[in-house]
């Protein structure tokens, strides 16, 4: 079983460009939330969504930055008119529910975007 | 913001026990204490959760205090792998998602 796939690994863009980070969350994995690592930070929470919805973008910036989770597909990050302060690593973790009783959120290995 | 107190680091001896402690004093009845870690370049991996009893796996194991105000990670017998950032989160606290804070970082000495 394949584990969370996120790609690109590494991506860069200039400043203006649009980024898209796509992640497969885990098989029978329906939830998928998005972090963002800044140089030297912690991980910041983005967004929560499950299929075709978003439940709680409450970290996710209020402009250039959405993500979407199709009923087919990878679930999408994309970041419009990038700025170096973009730069940062993102990464995609996946949950098979949103029970009280479930274990662990599985993540993947991150995408690193750098806007030059 | 999280809710959870954990030293900035802590050092180790390779092959000795760690204990990683954690205070959540304004924990909730219903909230789980998580623990992740983040090795360097890497994606966050699930370490251990619990509730309000202690808690083993082949990773580690997690004692929770009876006021469940705070736990302690237990890493066995410390590698050099185990050098990492280490997080207490209670899973819930939030929502579904995960709050981090910003951990113990974990060095391990040969």
């Known amino acids: 079983n394949a584990g969370v796939m996120q790609n690109p690994r590494h991506l860069v863009r200039r400043r203006g460009q649009e980024a898209r980070l796509r992640c497969s969350p885990m098989?029978?994995?329906?939830?998928v939330y998005w972090y963002r690592q800044l140089p030297e930070e912690g991980l910041k929470f983005m967004v929560y969504?499950?299929?075709?919805?978003?439940?709680?973008e409450s970290g996710m910036p209020k402009e250039r930055f959405s993500a979407e989770f199709p009923k087919e597909g990878p679930s999408i990050l994309r970041i419009q008119q990038v700025v170096r302060g973009d730069s940062a690593a993102y990464f995609c973790a996946s949950s098979p529910s949103a029970s009280r009783d479930t274990g662990e959120l599985f993540f993947g290995e991150g995408s690193r975007l750098t806007v030059l | 913001d999280a809710k959870t107190t954990q030293p900035n680091s802590m050092e180790s001896n390779e092959e000795e026990p760690v204990h990683l402690p954690c205070n959540h004093s304004t924990i909730s009845g219903t909230d789980y204490i998580h623990w992740y870690r983040q090795l360097p370049s890497q994606g966050p991996e699930y370490v251990i959760h619990?509730?309000?009893s202690n808690v083993n796996n082949r990773m580690a194991s997690l004692a929770i205090a009876e006021d469940r105000k705070s736990s302690t990670l237990i890493l066995h017998r410390a590698t050099l792998r185990d050098a990492a950032v280490y997080y207490c989160?209670?899973?819930?606290?939030?929502?579904?998602?995960?709050?981090f804070g910003a951990g113990t970082i974990l060095r391990v000495k040969s």
């Open positions: 098989k029978g994995h329906s939830h």
């Open positions: 969504l499950q299929k075709e919805n978003i439940i709680d």
């Open positions: 619990g509730l309000t």
């Open positions: 989160i209670l899973r819930f606290e939030y929502g579904n998602k995960l709050v």
